[in-house]
């Protein structure tokens, strides 16, 4: 691994725990079962969306993305709107990074073409459909290679579309600030003028009659995956929170790393203007 590449202080031990009432396991294995049938379900039907037009493709994938975490068993809490994407330059979202949740959750509301590891596309089955979906993938342990992602992400701005980055670089539990958002792809979006749309990602659970924030969600370190579902999938009383902030305009700020930096601070305030209107879910 690159001395470069961004690292997480959290640990499974120490914040992948859930503190809340847990559901059965059987119960908890009909979620799993749920869930997992429902994302391969996605992955499979994502050459026939190709096919659809652009407003109804992303009805779909919000619908879709929704029923994924709700099918595991997590409720689902929108906070604004973003604004509406029509013709131009695209927009750039970027999130705080706490869970393989994210992804799903930031689709229900801003679907787009997602920045991923390169590794992905390795992967059996869902690897050449991530790529065939739009995904843009970097190779994260190969400095060199930046330069060209950051082309790629500008590329797809300019050309209109909504691209997914979670800048941070790795997973943080949630319980605490967060990482630094790198500014890697800030560049490609001063280089295509594009908005940046910040968003924030809490998982709330709700202990001693009180929300709080939830480590069942946080999957980091050297966490497998199969345990990070099950930990999901047998909380009870988890909700994923998703909050739109108020959108950065293009230009607004001058250079990649006072964008990131604006950018992160939005998304770590619980001050930050949001947008007034509310949707539950």
Request: charged letters at 15%; one cysteine or more; aromatic letters at 6%.
């Amino acid at each position: 691994m690159s001395a470069w590449l961004p690292v997480s202080p959290c640990t499974p031990p120490g914040c992948a725990t859930h503190d809340g009432s847990a559901r059965h396991p059987l119960t908890a294995a009909a979620l799993l079962l749920a869930g997992c049938a429902l994302t391969l379900t996605g992955a499979l039907c994502t050459p026939l969306a190709l096919f659809l037009g652009r407003a109804a493709r992303e009805r779909v994938t919000r619908g879709w993305a929704y029923g994924v975490v709700r099918a595991f068993g997590v409720r689902v809490r929108v906070v604004g709107r973003p604004d509406a994407h029509g013709g131009g330059p695209g927009v750039l979202v970027v999130a705080n990074h706490v869970s393989w949740l994210d992804i799903p959750l930031v689709a229900t509301v801003c679907p787009g073409r997602m920045l991923a590891k390169s590794d992905i596309r390795h992967w059996p089955l869902l690897g050449p459909l991530a790529a065939l979906g739009g995904t843009l993938f970097v190779e994260r342990e190969r400095l060199r290679a930046l330069p060209a992602t950051v082309r790629a992400l500008a590329s797809a701005l300019r050309g209109g579309a909504r691209v997914v980055v979670f800048p941070e670089g790795s997973t943080w539990c949630g319980r605490g600030p967060g990482g630094r958002f790198r500014p890697a792809a800030f560049q490609a979006a001063v280089d295509a003028e594009a908005a940046v749309q910040p968003v924030r990602i809490r998982y709330l659970g709700a202990p001693a009659g009180r929300r709080a924030p939830a480590g069942a969600a946080a999957f980091v370190g050297d966490d497998p995956l199969a345990a990070s579902l099950w930990r999901v999938v047998r909380a009870a009383g988890l909700t994923a929170e998703i909050r739109v902030m108020a959108p950065i305009p293009a230009g607004s700020v001058q250079g990649r790393r006072e964008l990131a930096a604006l950018a992160q601070s939005t998304v770590a305030s619980d001050s930050a203007n949001l947008p007034a209107e509310s949707v539950h879910h």
